[in-house]
T-cell receptor
Framework: KNEVEQSPQNLTAQEGEFITINCSYS?????LHWLQQHPGGGIVSLFMLSSGKKKHGRLIATINIQEKHSSLHITASHPRDSAVYIC???????????FGKGTKLSVIP | SQTIHQWPATLVQPVGSPLSLECTVEGTSNPNLYWYRQAAGRGLQLLFY??????ISSEVPQNLSASRPQDRQFILSSKKLLLSDSGFYLCAWGPGYEQYFGPGTRLTVT
């Protein structure tokens, strides 16, 4: 069974800082997901990637398949980025997700 | 465009009472459907998934069950709720490996 580890668990940043959240997984995957969960609980899918790098606005996600590692970067962080960011992995040949425990990000003005 | 609905948004139920949570998807056909639970202070956990009508796979043995009576309808049920069933329940749909989440139902069992 895949295990997904995220770090750090909690992160506090000043507005404008560059932020990195890391995710590692134990076995081969079909896809790696980054999700954002706001205080109300709703979850938004940010990225799904199986190789390389994706960018959307100030968010960048990268994955290194050989090292079983992915990172989520936020450039020029803003208080509205405050949320829990969750990494999740689809096992090889499977649509089911295994989730990390999440990283709680607080961006202070 | 596709949308996913869940109801109710919040629910407070006594221990031992039945449960029915509904999820529907619009704008797509034959989606993969998922039920997840997030217990307080814990990560998301897959409960059930379905790749078609009447096809349900369970990931975690418990007193919950799921059904898919129609292509775009997914129902989570329990005959008798336990305190440990409290949590945030999310439905998701996906074409392939992508997954899109519903707004969730916050269930408190008292």
């Amino acid at each position: 069974k895949n295990e997904v580890e995220q770090s750090p668990q909690n992160l506090t940043a000043q507005e404008g800082e560059f932020i990195t959240i890391n995710c590692s997984y134990s076995v081969g995957i079909s896809a790696l997901h980054w999700l954002q969960q706001h205080p109300g609980g709703g979850i938004v899918s940010l990225f799904m990637l199986s190789s390389g790098k994706k960018k959307h606005g100030r968010l960048i996600a990268t994955i290194n398949i050989q090292e079983k590692h992915s990172s989520l970067h936020i450039t020029a962080s803003h208080p509205r980025d405050s949320a829990v960011y969750i990494c999740a992995a689809s096992g090889a040949g499977s649509y089911q997700l295994t989730f990390g425990k999440g990283t709680k990000l607080s961006v202070i003005p | 465009s596709q949308t996913i609905h869940q109801w109710p948004a919040t629910l407070v139920q006594p221990v031992g009472s039945p449960l029915s949570l509904e999820c529907t998807v619009e704008g797509t056909s034959n989606p993969n459907l998922y039920w997840y639970r997030q217990a307080a202070g814990r990560g998301l956990q897959l409960l059930f998934y379905s790749v078609g009508i009447g096809q349900i796979s369970s990931e975690v043995p418990q007193n919950l069950s799921a059904s898919r009576p129609q292509d775009r309808q997914f129902i989570l049920s329990s005959k008798k709720l336990l305190l440990s069933d409290s949590g945030f329940y999310l439905c998701a749909w996906g074409p392939g490996y992508e997954q899109y989440f519903g707004p969730g139902t916050r269930l408190t069992v008292t």
